[in-house]
Structure formats: structure tokens, C-alpha cells
């Protein structure tokens, strides 16, 4: 596949995809990794505008996981859970929440002591629950080019190189 980086060896900080099935295939991609280093809990925040495509990165993290999960955004239940894999996936959504509070009635701290991978798409409105080790992945879309969309990775404000492989 053409896909700039997910197929090349090179270790890079971001890439570009062209459509769904690309943005979806580096979420695979980015799962794997994690699940290959194993440090678990892993957070990944997923940042970017409404209708970026951080649901479809999520879906493509969550199915590498969970193969064949039905994946929408959490949006009004502010976590899905997935448990058919070898480990659980927690998907947030933080869009709607008005204070850190709101996490924590939905029992978050339990969330997040488990073996389990967690993504939460607008993680950054809740800076207080994310550990300083948290990935985050920044989606942009290309102004010039409808479908693509530019996907930075980063581990404590510095680029993560993920070896993602061929
Ligand atoms: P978000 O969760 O960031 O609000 P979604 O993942 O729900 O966004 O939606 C992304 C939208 O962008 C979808 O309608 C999808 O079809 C469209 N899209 C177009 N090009 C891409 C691409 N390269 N990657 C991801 N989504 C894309
Ligand atoms: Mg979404």
C-alpha cells in the first residue's frame, strides 16, 4: 500500500493519509505498536476538530484489538468498552463533559488502573485525568485536499517515532 508511512520502515513523527481506510490502518497500526511495547494502562488522546477523524483512528486502535467491534463515538454515554480482545479498550469521549467531575462519576479512576488500553477522543478537555505519558495523536485536515488529513504523534509534547512497520 502507498500509504506514507504506515508501510515504510522509516521511523516518523507524522504522516499523511488519504482516506478512511488510511486514517483507520494507522490506528491499527498504532495499537499493535502498543500492544507489541505492552505497558498497560496506555493512554492515547486523540485531538482535532469535529469530523477530523478521530473516531476512525479509534476504530482502527479498537478492532486491532477487538477485530470486526462496532465502533461509534461515545458521545453521549462518555465511554464505550470493547472486551472480546486480549485486553480492554475504553473509548471516551470528552466532548460533552462540563467538568472533570462528570469522569469521575462515571468511575474513571477504575478505568484507568486496568491492564487496558484507553483512547479518549477530546482528551485535552479533561488535562486533569491524563498522565504526563500520554500519547496524543493530533489530526488535522488538509485545507487544500478534502479527504487528507495529517496525523501527528506525540509523548510528552515531543514527536513519538513508532515504528510502524511494513
Ligand atoms: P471526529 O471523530 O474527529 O469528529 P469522525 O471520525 O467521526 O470525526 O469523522 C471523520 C469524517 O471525515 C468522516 O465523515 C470521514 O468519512 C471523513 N474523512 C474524509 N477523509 C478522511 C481521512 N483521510 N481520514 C479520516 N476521515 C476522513
Ligand atoms: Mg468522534
Same mark, same amino acid.
Given at each position: 500500500?502507498?500509504?506514507?508511512?504506515?508501510?515504510?520502515?522509516?521511523?516518523?513523527?507524522?504522516?499523511?493519509?488519504?482516506?478512511?481506510?488510511?486514517?483507520?490502518?494507522?490506528?491499527?497500526?498504532?495499537?499493535?505498536?502498543?500492544?507489541?511495547?505492552?505497558?498497560?494502562?496506555?493512554?492515547?488522546?486523540?485531538?482535532?476538530?469535529?469530523?477530523?477523524?478521530?473516531?476512525?483512528?479509534?476504530?482502527?486502535?479498537?478492532?486491532? @484489538?477487538?477485530?470486526?467491534?462496532?465502533?461509534?463515538?461515545?458521545?453521549?454515554?462518555?465511554?464505550?468498552?470493547?472486551?472480546?480482545?486480549?485486553?480492554?479498550?475504553?473509548?471516551?469521549?470528552?466532548?460533552?463533559?462540563?467538568?472533570?467531575?462528570?469522569?469521575?462519576?462515571?468511575?474513571?479512576?477504575?478505568?484507568?488502573?486496568?491492564?487496558?488500553?484507553? @483512547?479518549?477522543?477530546?482528551?485535552?478537555?479533561?488535562?486533569?485525568?491524563?498522565?504526563?505519558?500520554?500519547?496524543?495523536?493530533?489530526?488535522?485536515?488538509?485545507?487544500?485536499?478534502?479527504?487528507?488529513?495529517?496525523?501527528?504523534?506525540?509523548?510528552?509534547?515531543?514527536?513519538?517515532?513508532?515504528?510502524?512497520?511494513?
Amino acid at each position: 500500500m502507498m500509504m506514507d508511512i504506515c508501510v515504510s520502515k522509516e521511523r516518523r513523527a507524522f504522516m499523511w493519509t488519504e482516506n478512511v481506510e488510511q486514517t483507520e490502518k494507522a490506528g491499527q497500526k498504532l495499537a499493535e505498536w502498543l500492544v507489541k511495547r505492552g505497558t498497560f494502562p496506555a493512554f492515547v488522546v486523540l485531538d482535532g476538530d469535529l469530523g477530523t477523524g478521530k473516531t476512525v483512528f479509534a476504530r482502527g486502535m479498537v478492532r486491532a @484489538i477487538a477485530p470486526r467491534s462496532r465502533v461509534h463515538s461515545p458521545t453521549f454515554t462518555l465511554v464505550n468498552e470493547y472486551r472480546t480482545g486480549t485486553l480492554p479498550v475504553f473509548h471516551f469521549d470528552l466532548y460533552r463533559i462540563e467538568e472533570e467531575e462528570d469522569l469521575y462519576a462515571i468511575g474513571f479512576d477504575d478505568y484507568a488502573r486496568q491492564k487496558a488500553l484507553l @483512547i479518549l477522543e477530546w482528551g485535552s478537555r479533561a488535562p486533569g485525568v491524563i498522565p504526563p505519558d500520554a500519547i496524543t495523536v493530533r489530526i488535522e485536515k488538509d485545507p487544500d485536499r478534502p479527504d487528507r488529513r495529517r496525523i501527528t504523534i506525540l509523548q510528552g509534547g515531543k514527536p513519538l517515532h513508532v515504528d510502524f512497520g511494513s
